[in-house]
């Protein structure tokens, strides 16, 4: 062999975005119409450009009771009809984190047997209140989410999207936490003078850029970086 | 001359805002040098600012003088294919804002269809070369066919000759900072958003990523696997491997070109990632000829020196070089009648065409 150096493997890093909702009733109307107009957006952005096609896989769920897949990760240029959220029932977000945990595992498989390489996906949280399950229930499940010997444990960013929310009551559902290992995310309350409505457009804004700017990040050693987490100048409503 | 304050501007209307910079109109403002222009201005934000420190004015200013001091028929040539910076806006300080340039011409936006309805219209980045038919299809995009992509091709093997014969490297390049106009009739593309270009020598202005993810030249990426393998401690090697990572040259640039190549010929999904020029190979030898295959072959080698220069790709993607396959070249966008015509070896070249053998 010649003293040409060899190309290192250079895998294609594919970026795992879950949105995960709150279909309690209380989301029922402007709020949950807000949200419909999330996924048309994000697939338009995706769809405009081959290269976030290529790298970027987005899922959603929803929860109330219980917790449903929405949208299963892949592809979303294969999505014909996109899929519409609904309400119903009360606040568990141990059925939330539970049903997460399951599809990430599953989900994260199947990519890497695509043969990409992943990263841990994120998972932009959007609920209206607090949880309606027993607290050491829901504890239970975010711990196991969370997990360190799970591979696919997320970056977790809820967003409360009324202003009744006090400002740190999301904090326990932020992964990782700062001193935690890993970069530390955040909880963002909204604190703007619009509605529940008007949250939920500004978080598919801030969605959207996070997904851009994640696909041309590199990290420290140059190689291509995953995830890039909402710039805060972008959330100046939010506490 | 190479100075605007901001306040010369007039009034502004926001068109864009990205992660380093905001893009306002500028539409009351005419310079007597650029007569029938309109100009955007590009505020960089100031985590861009703070980025490039104490030298942005200096870095802005070389950018703008360097355009300054081409000769009249090639600075024409040169603005018929690049979007670079006109004038540093300065604020009230004299501190360096941002820049004017040229507003992009109509011809390169696109009107892209959304899945709620209405349409969004953004210029039309090379990029959108890179995907499979059916989405294309099914968001607006004209379709293009292999003639006009090698046509395409060409266009931006020109512009970066063009910047290379004049000692610029471009540097980032990536799907997103070329766009093109497909119109059969002229095929033609614009560079732009050349922050990160540097005329050799120098320093690049911003201290910016120098490549961008599934663009990285082997080069890079062997320095990528060194440094993820370091000792952290080690901080000399660190720093060596970092510099080794950062390398932007000639060859760099020619390497992304053949990626944007392949891409642009062999295009699907995962086209927008992939590095494997097997399907571009075959396009390539049937369209163009075996010469243009083997210039593909040897722009990715992984190293450097066994690559070719941006215009044997020029010359190889002419007509009369190939095998008689390809239409006839996009006309000229401007000529002149008194263009100096620098020669180099057996090259010659002619503006509004770059290198020809004579």
């Given at each position: 062999?010649?003293?040409?150096?060899?190309?290192?493997?250079d895998?294609?890093l594919?970026?795992?975005?879950?949105?995960?909702?709150?279909?309690?009733?209380?989301?029922?109307?402007?709020?949950?119409?807000a949200?419909?107009?999330?996924?048309?957006?994000?697939?338009d952005?995706i769809?405009?450009?081959?290269?976030l096609?290529?790298?970027?896989?987005?899922?959603?769920?929803?929860f109330?009771?219980?917790?449903?897949?929405?949208?299963?990760?892949?592809?979303?240029?294969?999505?014909?009809?996109?899929?519409?959220?609904?309400?119903?029932?009360?606040?568990?977000?141990?059925?939330?984190?539970?049903?997460?945990r399951?599809?990430?595992?599953?989900?994260?498989?199947?990519?890497?047997g695509?043969?990409?390489?992943?990263?841990?996906?994120?998972?932009?949280?959007?609920?209206?209140?607090?949880?309606?399950d027993?607290?050491?229930?829901?504890?239970?499940?975010?711990?196991?989410?969370?997990d360190?010997?799970?591979?696919g444990?997320?970056?977790?960013?809820?967003?409360g999207?009324?202003p009744?929310?006090?400002?740190?009551?999301?904090?326990?559902?932020?992964?990782?936490?700062?001193?935690?290992?890993?970069?530390?995310?955040?909880?963002?309350?909204?604190?703007?003078a619009?509605?529940?409505?008007?949250?939920?457009?500004?978080?598919?804004?801030?969605?959207?850029?996070?997904?851009v700017?994640?696909?041309?990040?590199?990290?420290?050693?140059?190689?291509?970086?995953?995830?890039?987490p909402?710039?805060?100048?972008?959330?100046?409503?939010?506490? | 001359?190479?100075?605007l304050p901001?306040?010369?501007?007039?009034?502004?209307?926001?068109?864009?805002r990205?992660?380093?910079?905001t893009?306002?109109?500028?539409?009351?403002?005419?310079l007597?040098?650029?007569?029938?222009?309109?100009?955007?201005?590009?505020?960089y934000?100031g985590a861009?600012?703070?980025?490039?420190?104490?030298?942005?004015?200096?870095?802005?200013?070389?950018?703008?003088?360097?355009?300054?001091?081409?000769?009249?028929?090639?600075?024409?040539?040169?603005?018929?294919?690049?979007?670079?910076?006109?004038?540093?806006?300065?604020?009230?300080?004299?501190?360096?804002?941002?820049?004017?340039?040229?507003?992009?011409?109509?011809?390169?936006?696109?009107?892209?269809?959304?899945r709620?309805?209405?349409?969004?219209?953004?210029?039309?980045e090379?990029?959108t070369?890179?995907?499979?038919?059916?989405?294309?299809?099914?968001?607006?995009?004209?379709?293009?066919?292999?003639?006009?992509?090698?046509?395409?091709?060409?266009?931006?093997?020109g512009?970066?000759?063009m910047?290379?014969?004049?000692n610029?490297?471009?540097?980032?390049?990536?799907?997103r900072?070329?766009?093109y106009?497909?119109?059969?009739?002229?095929?033609?593309?614009?560079?732009?958003d050349?922050?990160?270009?540097?005329?050799?020598?120098?320093?690049?202005?911003?201290?910016?990523?120098?490549?961008?993810?599934?663009?990285?030249?082997?080069?890079?990426?062997?320095?990528?696997?060194?440094?993820?393998?370091?000792d952290?401690?080690?901080?000399?090697?660190?720093?060596?491997?970092?510099?080794?990572w950062?390398?932007?040259?000639?060859?760099?640039?020619?390497?992304?070109f053949?990626?944007?190549?392949?891409?642009?010929l062999?295009?699907?999904?995962?086209?927008?990632?992939r590095?494997?020029?097997?399907?571009?190979?075959?396009?390539?030898?049937?369209r163009?000829?075996?010469?243009?295959?083997a210039?593909?072959d040897?722009?990715?080698?992984?190293?450097?020196?066994?690559?070719?220069?941006?215009?044997?790709?020029?010359?190889?993607?002419?007509?009369?070089?190939?095998?008689?396959?390809?239409?006839?070249?996009?006309?000229?966008l401007?000529?002149?009648?008194?263009?100096?015509?620098?020669?180099?070896?057996?090259?010659?070249?002619?503006?509004?065409?770059?290198?020809?053998?004579?």
């Amino acid at each position: 062999m010649s003293d040409v150096p060899q190309v290192p493997d250079d895998r294609t890093l594919a970026l795992a975005f879950y949105l995960l909702v709150d279909v309690s009733y209380s989301m029922d109307g402007a709020p949950l119409d807000a949200v419909n107009r999330i996924l048309p957006e994000v697939i338009d952005t995706i769809e405009e450009s081959p290269t976030l096609g290529d790298v970027v896989r987005f899922g959603a769920l929803d929860f109330a009771d219980d917790a449903r897949t929405v949208l299963p990760l892949g592809d979303l240029r294969d999505v014909r009809a996109i899929p519409q959220f609904t309400a119903r029932g009360g606040t568990s977000y141990a059925a939330a984190f539970r049903r997460l945990r399951h599809d990430i595992g599953h989900d994260l498989a199947r990519l890497r047997g695509e043969g990409f390489q992943v990263y841990r996906p994120a998972v932009f949280f959007v609920t209206d209140g607090a949880p309606t399950d027993a607290v050491p229930e829901v504890r239970a499940a975010f711990a196991e989410l969370t997990d360190p010997g799970f591979r696919g444990r997320p970056n977790i960013i809820p967003f409360g999207v009324t202003p009744e929310l006090p400002g740190d009551s999301l904090e326990p559902w932020v992964h990782p936490k700062p001193g935690t290992g890993g970069k530390p995310m955040r909880s963002y309350v909204y604190g703007g003078a619009g509605d529940a409505a008007t949250a939920i457009r500004q978080i598919a804004d801030v969605l959207i850029s996070s997904i851009v700017a994640s696909a041309n990040s590199v990290n420290d050693a140059g190689a291509a970086g995953g995830f890039v987490p909402p710039d805060d100048d972008d959330l100046g409503d939010w506490i | 001359m190479s100075e605007l304050p901001l306040r010369r501007l007039g009034r502004l209307e926001q068109l864009a805002r990205g992660g380093t910079a905001t893009v306002f109109l500028a539409p009351d403002l005419r310079l007597p040098d650029l007569p029938g222009s309109r100009f955007v201005y590009k505020r960089y934000t100031g985590a861009t600012k703070r980025r490039a420190g104490p030298s942005l004015a200096g870095g802005l200013s070389g950018f703008v003088r360097f355009r300054d001091r081409l000769p009249d028929a090639q600075r024409a040539t040169w603005d018929a294919r690049i979007i670079w910076p006109l004038r540093v806006v300065v604020d009230e300080d004299g501190a360096a804002d941002g820049v004017l340039m040229r507003l992009i011409p109509d011809r390169y936006f696109q009107d892209f269809r959304k899945r709620s309805g209405g349409l969004h219209r953004k210029p039309r980045e090379i990029e959108t070369l890179f995907g499979d038919d059916a989405t294309a299809r099914r968001t607006g995009l004209p379709p293009v066919d292999a003639g006009d992509r090698l046509r395409l091709i060409r266009a931006v093997a020109g512009a970066y000759a063009m910047m290379h014969r004049q000692n610029v490297v471009v540097g980032d390049v990536s799907g997103r900072n070329i766009i093109y106009d497909p119109d059969p009739a002229r095929p033609s593309v614009l560079v732009v958003d050349v922050d990160s270009a540097r005329v050799r020598g120098t320093r690049a202005v911003f201290g910016m990523q120098p490549h961008t993810p599934n663009w990285q030249p082997p080069e890079a990426l062997a320095a990528s696997a060194e440094l993820a393998r370091l000792d952290p401690a080690d901080t000399d090697a660190h720093d060596r491997l970092r510099a080794r990572w950062a390398v932007q040259s000639t060859t760099t640039d020619v390497y992304k070109f053949a990626l944007m190549a392949a891409r642009i010929l062999a295009n699907g999904r995962g086209a927008a990632v992939r590095r494997d020029p097997a399907g571009a190979h075959r396009i390539l030898r049937e369209r163009a000829g075996a010469q243009a295959a083997a210039l593909l072959d040897a722009s990715l080698s992984p190293a450097g020196r066994d690559r070719p220069a941006m215009r044997d790709w020029y010359e190889a993607l002419h007509p009369a070089g190939s095998q008689g396959c390809l239409p006839e070249p996009e006309a000229p966008l401007r000529t002149s009648r008194n263009s100096e015509r620098p020669v180099s070896g057996d090259w010659e070249w002619t503006d509004g065409q770059g290198w020809t053998r004579g």
